[in-house]
């Protein structure tokens, strides 16, 4: 595991509390999941999990990875059967092919993963990407841009093979702690 990040992220979650507080799934995420045909669910850097417990509440069978045992201690206790916590670090986790009807990553950035979570999908299964992107409109202090989108990234992972269901840009709610761009796509894997 890559300890220096699961020390950095345990002690942000530590030391932030309102990174742990319930909160609202993404609305994006909302409008696009009555669209997936199957149940089982993979949420990439879960965090304390609203998008998994949406999910779970919504009959999901929810895989929750992360790099913080804080984040999936706070998720675990909160009693889902439907919910497996998995503490990974996802530059060596293997995301098993085929195997997923909806796959989610909102929050978080690593483009090598992209394709790797693209080939985990069922075919008919949803790839649904909302994270950060650079806009001078962004907030929060100046960011590593390897963890900020370029205008119309999204877009650019994906041939031919997915049909494209969503995609937006667009300034996030007030449930985050700076004002931010984003960027969100959803996907159906058609092969």
Avoid: H
């Avoid at 670090?89 to 085929?98: G, W």
């Amino acid at each position: 595991m890559a300890q220096k990040d699961k020390i950095k992220w345990d002690k942000k979650y530590t030391e932030i509390s309102f990174l742990l507080e319930d909160k609202l799934p993404s609305e994006k995420l909302i409008k696009i999941e009555k669209n997936v045909k199957g149940k089982k669910a993979l949420d990439i850097a879960s965090g304390a999990g609203r998008n998994s417990i949406y999910l779970a509440k919504k009959g999901f069978e929810v895989e929750a990875l992360d790099i913080s045992k804080v984040a999936l201690d706070v998720l675990n206790a909160k009693g889902f059967e439907n919910i497996t916590c998995k503490l990974v670090d996802l530059d060596e986790y293997k995301v098993p092919k085929n195997s997923y009807d909806l796959i989610i990553m909102t929050n978080f950035l690593d483009r090598n993963l992209i394709p790797k979570l693209s080939n985990a999908l069922k075919k008919d299964g949803i790839l649904f990407i909302e994270t950060y992107m650079e806009d001078k409109i962004n907030e929060k202090p100046p960011s590593n841009s390897n963890f900020l989108l370029k205008k119309e990234e999204l877009k650019t992972f994906f041939d031919e093979s997915f049909e494209i269901l969503d995609y937006d840009e667009f300034l996030n709610d007030d449930s985050e702690l700076f004002k931010m761009k984003k960027q969100c796509i959803a996907v159906r894997k058609m092969v």
